[in-house]
């Protein structure tokens, strides 16, 4: 499945998470959430986060052999 991801792919899927995540994590903060749906929401967060990370692991290794790409650095702090 990863060869036939575009690197473009790979960006635009570690952007989205990552602003899903942020997105979650102030949710979490807020009184918003119901006491019974916490556990499923962290649940959520973590899914999200563990998504986030296989596709840093897979970006890292496209920088590998792409050096056109920007930086890690560079992607996660620019905005979506």
Known sequence: MTDNLTSNAIIYAM??????ILLQKD???SPDVPEQDQDN???????????FME????YKTRLKTDHSLPSLE???QSEL
């Open 15 to 20: 952007l989205s998470l990552n602003s899903e």
């Open 27 to 29: 949710y979490l903060d």
């Open 41 to 51: 929401e962290e649940g959520i967060l973590a899914d999200l986060e563990q998504a």
């Open 55 to 58: 596709f840093i692991d897979l």
């Open 74 to 76: 560079e992607l996660l």
